[in-house]
């Protein structure tokens, strides 16, 4: 069993930034791909960033490119979001997930946190 829990979340203003943690506990957290997702109020969850087990190949959706950074510290058993020049539209509940059955592709997470806040204030 993988227990993840995502802290970091709040309201800031557009432009800002935040820094999302997710620390995990339980089986090998450095062997698994593992990412970030995001529901927004009425939407569907939807894709972030993800990351494989070494740290060393990372995933974006478009709308996060450029602004948003995914890492790793294994030794640390924490996975980080780094988010600068928030816009209201990242407003959502974020999640961080794992995939413990892949390490470098984020496929079918199986393991979940509960979310963190962040609103994004125009």
């Known amino acids: 069993q993988v227990q993840l829990v995502e802290s970091g979340g709040g309201l800031v203003q557009a432009g800002g930034s935040l820094r999302l943690s997710c620390a995990a506990s339980?089986?090998?957290?450095?062997?698994?791909?593992m990412g970030w997702f995001r529901q927004a109020p009425g939407k569907e969850r939807e894709f972030v960033a993800a990351?494989?087990?070494?740290?060393?190949?990372?995933y974006y959706a478009d709308s996060v490119k450029g602004r948003f950074t995914i890492s790793r510290d294994n030794a640390k058993n924490t996975m980080y979001l780094q988010m600068n020049s928030l816009k209201p539209e990242d407003t959502a509940v974020y999640y961080c997930a794992l995939d413990s059955k892949e390490r470098v592709v984020l496929r079918r997470p199986d393991y979940w946190g509960q979310g963190t806040q962040v609103t994004v204030s125009s």
């Open positions: 990351i494989s087990w070494t740290g060393g190949t990372t």
């Open positions: 339980g089986r090998t957290f450095s062997s698994y791909a």
